[in-house]
């Protein structure tokens, strides 16, 4: 396709040759070797055909490419012939204009680049062609010049700051100026390497014109870090923390307002409370414009603005391609004379207007300097006295609205042109549109200034009231500091919280994750977060989770140039956050707050918080046992840890932070605490509280003076409370010390009865013989016992008394009793004729098996005698009834 375009683009572009030579009767070849186009047109064509039927006859892709691949030489001439292909290409591209880099890639995404590559680059050369062919049929010949390769016009926004229609041809040229492209990065010529450290600003000041009180001695010496070579490797605001640190120097000086105490007792003249006369603006043609980018000439400008009583200033900022933002521009208008500063070119020796900035003998007016204050101080370390906002007066004044295009329209009867207001003003050098839109700004401020007084003074009557409360806002947004975005945890929260979505916890992780990376890689690069990831893009990747990087390109258009190249490691981030939990919006979040899921009180309360009118329905079906429950806290965002295992509660359990009759915990190490709390802390302590007298006594809002005074009645009340809890701590000491003596006492008597118990219980064991002392003796009087008369029953046993006669006469060596509390049976106690074969009692229970049996002990009973009455010598049986199958009539053993 490219080979083809480039013949077309030669062909058309030296059939323009031909055109243009229509003139001359001499014929000369086109190229050589050919004639005229349609000879060169046809060998092109040949010639592409021929290159598509090679490729065609290459080994197609598959096992058949595999198998030649496997042979050396076809690798090498595969990867020869590649580089050559590559090689052409780039030649081609370099011709027409596009990037020719297609060698020198990542082997990671070489594929993906080169592919890129080819289709812008054939979009340019086919784009190029139609052009050409165009002028060729003698279409569109009447066209402006084409712009260069790659640039797009950008569209016309029409918003609020543009919504003109009616504008000429040359203004909407003025609209490529608001996407300027290939700006030379002018953080590069900075003297002063931009902190974007996640460290508090520290105020650039190091001198003090105008002063009432000195400068600290900190910024005074602040020069003296730059001969610190061990600091080099950190970033400056935390160079100078530690540098803090070391020398033992106070830390509020460093964050504090350096024109604090002037502002404080700055004082209102009587000239500026009473009714001007407006002093009328000279036409912008007959007023001169000096643009200063020169020390010298800054230096002659500070010098005249000194002489003056007032002037007006703006600025210009450009916050797209920067993490802090930059103050590209600053216009300071006299009544006489306009002045366009290149703070860019002049960054770091701005400080030189300092001396009329804080002279408070002459106003400086702007219109809404809220920002204006804080970027001044963040660049270049300025600070301003006797400031009037001309925006506050509008605001007083009750206006329709409080632009300073409606100021404009309503005192001067000008209509600027807001157009340039979103324009990138870091272009060097400036086009004349751009000048004329700055001086704008500033040229007719001082007659505004003028008016608004005047109408001020005539709004209330002639009082000076409502005039002197505009000096003291506009004082008041002098006195504002320049806070640097510091990153923590937490901070996402507060941007979804401004988004307004609702996350499940693989989505808050991941939004949390792509914050932190958007963050750091603004820092690193020294680019705005909108630039690296803008917010919706980064909201529609947390939602959609894309499994693959084609994914997360897929939900950015366009694709932000940093995503581009860093889209692996945010395929990563997004991996981590699809391997989270899946939980509910509502339960992670309340497991992150550490709050419990709200429950109906067991008891009723009557206030604001009171949970025990609400519906069953309104409840969360949760129990206690669910969430891991922490202690709520309702007045402030830093809330206890307190493990989940330690306090479970079913209800909301919060301690108030501001308190009457509670006793409030003190820390004792004052020293960790910042400078602000310990001055609130101060302020607290130097008030007395007036139920101090109905509590014990406590440091916390007791001023440490009335305290140590005998004469007040704090020193009384909290001696009194001294005495009361001395007494009652002996008091309890005392009835310890008694229970003690009392537990010792019962101690010794349990233990004194379990001795004696023992000793009685050892001597009781004594004369008493063992089971097996008793088995002993038995064995040795079985020779007697076997020469007694078998068949008689009640001989059979030996009589216990003898037995124990015998055991008695006879000497035994006794066993030591066991030390356990086993008390061993007494034989010698026991009825031993139990065992001698006695009837038991008949059963009253009906036994079926047992009636016949007892039918034939009536019926031997009658007339003949029983074997079985002699006793139990033997077994007879009964001739021709044999019971044998009876269990009941086995022979006992």
């Known amino acids: 396709m490219m080979a083809s375009s480039k013949t077309n683009n030669s062909a058309n ?49 598959g ?22 292909l590559l090689h052409c290409m780039s030649q081609i591209m370099q011709h027409h204009g596009c990037r020719s880099h297609m060698r020198d890639r990542n082997k990671l995404t070489a594929l993906e680049e080169r592919f890129d590559l080819v289709v812008d680059s054939n979009d340019v050369i086919l784009e190029r062609v139609g052009i050409l062919l165009d002028e060729a049929d003698g279409v569109n010949r009447s066209q402006q010049p084409v712009m260069p390769a790659g640039f797009q016009p950008p569209k016309i926004v029409v918003s609020s700051w543009n919504r003109k229609g009616t504008g000429s041809g040359s203004r909407s040229e003025m609209f490529r100026l608001l996407h300027a492209k290939n700006v030379a990065r002018p ?41 610190r070579p061990e600091d080099l490797d950190v970033p400056a605001a935390l160079a100078d923390f530690i540098h803090q640190q070391r020398t033992q120097e106070h830390v509020e000086d460093m964050f504090a307002h350096p024109y604090q105490y002037e502002l404080d007792h700055l004082t209102i003249p009587e000239s500026l409370l009473s009714k001007p006369e407006p002093q009328m603006y000279k036409p912008v043609t007959e007023t001169k414009c000096s643009f200063i980018d020169t020390l010298e ?52 020796e701005m400080y030189v207007l300092n001396e009329a900035f804080t002279d408070p003998a002459i106003v400086k007016v702007f219109h809404g300097a809220d920002s204006d204050i804080e970027w001044l101080q963040r660049d270049f370390g300025l600070y301003v006295v006797r400031l009037f906002d001309t925006h506050q007066a509008s605001r007083a004044l009750n206006l329709a609205r409080h632009s300073l295009d409606h100021l404009l329209t309503h005192f001067c009867n000008v209509s600027s042109d807001k157009r340039y207001q979103l324009a990138d003003w870091r272009i060097r050098p400036l086009p004349d549109e751009m000048v004329q839109y700055a001086r704008t700004d500033t040229h007719y401020l001082l007659y505004i200034y003028d008016c608004v007084r005047a109408q001020l003074l005539d709004f209330n009557h002639g009082q000076p009231g409502l005039l002197q409360s505009v000096w003291n806002k506009s004082k008041d947004i002098s006195l504002k500091k320049y806070v640097k975005p510091i990153f923590t945890e937490e901070s996402y929260l507060e941007l979804q919280r401004k988004q307004k979505r609702s996350f499940n916890t693989q989505q808050l992780t991941a939004f949390r994750l792509l914050f932190a990376w958007r963050d750091k890689l603004a820092r690193q690069e020294d680019e705005s977060t909108g630039y690296v990831l803008p917010t919706h893009m980064m909201i529609k990747i947390s939602e959609e989770l894309p499994k693959e990087p084609q994914g997360i390109i897929a939900c950015c258009n366009p694709v932000p140039p940093l995503v581009r190249q860093q889209v692996n490691e945010l395929h990563l981030l997004v991996q981590q956050a699809r391997e989270m939990p899946l939980l509910k919006a509502e339960i992670a979040a309340q497991k992150k707050k550490g709050l419990t899921p709200i429950k109906k009180p067991e008891v009723t309360l009557f206030g604001p918080h009171d949970t025990s009118r609400v519906s069953e329905s309104e409840l969360h079906p949760f129990s206690p046992d669910e969430l891991p429950v922490k202690q709520g806290v309702l007045f402030s965002d830093d809330e206890p840890k307190i493990d989940a295992d330690v306090q479970k509660t079913s209800g909301l359990v919060a301690a108030a932070k501001i308190t009457l009759f509670e ?78 003596e009392e537990a010792k006492d019962h101690a010794k008597k349990v233990a004194e009865e379990r001795n004696k118990a023992k000793q009685s219980y050892q001597e009781s064991l004594q004369n008493v013989a063992t089971v097996r002392q008793q088995a002993a003796e038995s064995a040795k009087g079985s020779a007697k016992k076997r020469e007694r008369v078998a068949s008689e029953v009640g001989e059979s046993t030996p009589k216990p008394s003898k037995k124990l006669m015998k055991s008695a006469e006879k000497p035994q060596k006794t066993e030591a009793p066991p030390q356990d509390s086993f008390k061993p049976f007494d034989y010698s106690q026991s009825d031993l004729k139990v065992f001698a074969g006695a009837k038991s009692k008949e059963s009253t229970q009906f036994d079926p098996n047992q009636q016949a049996h007892d039918f034939k002990k009536k019926k031997i009973s009658k007339g003949q005698k029983s074997n079985s009455g002699a006793g139990g010598r033997s077994m007879s049986f009964l001739a021709g009834k044999s019971d044998r199958g009876f269990r009941h009539n086995w022979p006992k053993r």
């Open 13 to 61: 572009s030296s059939l323009q040759d031909t055109a243009s030579d229509t003139t001359d009767e001499e014929k000369t070849e086109l190229c050589p070797g050919f004639k005229d186009v349609d000879a060169f047109v046809k060998y092109g064509l040949g010639a592409v055909l021929s290159a598509t039927k090679a490729s065609a006859a290459l080994p197609q892709a």
């Open 63 to 84: 096992d058949e490419y595999d198998f030649y691949r496997s042979f050396p030489g076809f690798q090498e001439f595969c990867e020869s012939q590649g580089d050559r």
């Open 187 to 227: 953080q590069l010529k900075f003297k002063e390497k931009v902190d974007n450290s996640n460290t508090p600003f520290i105020p650039k000041i190091f001198i003090k014109p105008n002063a009432q009180k000195p400068l600290p001695c900190y910024f005074t010496n602040k020069q003296i870090r730059k001969q």
């Open 297 to 348: 000439d800054l230096v002659a400008l500070n010098e005249k603005l000194c002489k003056l009583s007032e002037f007006a200033v703006d600025l210009e900022h450009h916050s797209y391609r920067s993490f802090l933002g930059l103050t590209s521009l600053m216009q300071i208008s006299t009544r006489e004379e306009d002045f366009i500063i290149d703070t860019l070119e002049l960054r770091s």
């Open 663 to 740: 006793e409030v915990k003190t820390r004792n190490d004052q020293e960790s605490l910042p400078v602000a709390q310990m001055k609130a802390r101060r302020i607290i302590e130097s008030f007395e509280n007036p139920f101090r007298m109905y509590l014990p006594s406590s440091d916390v809002h007791i001023s440490k003076n009335a305290k140590f005074d005998p004469s007040s009645k704090i020193f009384e009340i909290s001696k009194r409370w001294k005495l009361q809890s001395i007494e009652q701590q002996q008091k309890e000491i005392e009835t310890k010390r008694k229970v003690k």
